[in-house]
């Protein structure tokens, strides 16, 4: 068993993460940068998981809903890629503004 300061600084680096990886995804506004910040905050919370004791059908289950996010998001990054040309969600918004302004045109 980990000393109760090595415990202590992989729970403070886990929620560190998570915390980093949750400003990552808010504050990008490109969407592939948006998935990677979602990515660290998973990694985060599972360290800290970790850290406090989880059982490790809770850690495999944490693993494989990350890589589920991962594949989902990507499908969907290249999707909005081949749909709009891009991946800045600021170009996506305004073509989306666009269309909608064109289909209430009379």
Known sequence: MAPFWLAALVLACGVGLTLIGAVAAWAGANLVKRLAGVLIGFI?????????????????????????????????????????????????????????ASERAP
């Open 44 to 100: 985060g919370a599972l360290l800290a998981m970790a850290a406090l004791g989880a059982p490790a059908p809770f850690l495999a289950a944490g693993v494989a809903l990350m890589f589920a996010h991962a594949g989902l998001g990507l499908a969907l990054i290249v999707r909005l890629q081949e749909t709009y040309g891009g991946v800045e969600s600021t170009e996506i918004d305004a073509e989306d503004r666009k269309a909608e």
